[in-house]
């Protein structure tokens, strides 16, 4: 166990709809960081936040949203959903950032399929 | 932005062998290189990684190399064993400008023959 919490575990919803997951980094994990992962485009950052500001943004579709709140836990918001946003969606936490603070911890994932 | 690359996508060895996993990364401001091992099904788990400031480290059956003049790092696992057998990813980012999301290679299937 990681320490690294998601909720759902799995989520099934349909085309145009829009979804929330949840994602409760390790104690005094300062740093959140959201991932994507299918099986053409594999593992792709989407973005990253570090103590409730965001920090970096990587390949996030504008359909797409997060934001860490004051307890440090993150939601990621999907909408308009896409048949090709079906994939494994991976929060992972980390002390902070710099050299030193940079291991990465992953949650259990959340498998949105979209109908 | 940072493009990693990853060879082979699949490698299949005898029990008992090494294996041997190469990434390339194209953004010489990185500076922090780890690999992660993800079972079917599950979360990537951080199984080591390297800091640009040493060339080797080791954990018992597993090292990792890195040469920075030619952009090149890979991850060795000796004396294989079944369960090793798993998706590996390598990844790269710069630490240090507070921005540091990994960017991951395609990932390579290893099975471990018996």
């Known amino acids: 166990d990681s320490g690294v919490t998601q909720t759902p575990k799995h989520l099934i919803t349909a085309t145009g709809q829009r979804v929330t997951l949840r994602c409760s980094p390790r104690?005094?994990?300062?740093?959140v960081y959201w991932y994507q992962q299918s099986l053409d485009q594999g593992l792709q950052f989407l973005i990253q936040?570090?103590?409730?500001?965001?920090?970096a943004k990587g390949n996030i579709l504008e359909r797409f949203s997060a934001q860490q709140f004051p307890d440090l836990h993150s939601e990621l918001n999907l909408s308009s959903l896409e048949l090709g946003d079906s994939a494994l969606y991976f929060c992972a936490s980390s002390v902070g950032t710099g050299p030193v603070n940079t291991e990465a911890f992953f949650g259990q994932g959340t498998r949105l399929t979209v109908v | 932005g940072e493009n990693v690359e990853q060879h082979p996508s699949t490698l299949s060895v005898q029990e008992g062998d090494s294996a041997v996993i190469k990434c390339t990364y194209s953004d010489s401001a990185s500076n922090y290189f780890p690999w992660y091992k993800q079972e079917l099904g599950k979360r990537p788990q951080l199984i080591i990684d390297?800091?640009?400031?040493?060339g080797e480290k080791k954990d018992q059956r597993i090292a990792v190399t890195l040469n920075k003049t030619a952009k090149h790092f890979s991850l060795h696992i000796t004396e294989t064993q079944p369960e090793d057998s798993a998706v590996y990813f390598c990844?790269?980012?710069?630490?240090?400008?507070?921005?540091?999301?990994?960017?991951f290679g395609k990932g390579t299937h290893l099975i471990i023959q018996p």
């Open positions: 390297i800091r640009s400031n040493v």
């Open positions: 104690s005094g994990d300062l740093s």
């Open positions: 936040y570090y103590n409730g500001e965001e920090r």
């Open positions: 990844a790269a980012t710069y630490s240090g400008g507070g921005a540091d999301g990994l960017t």
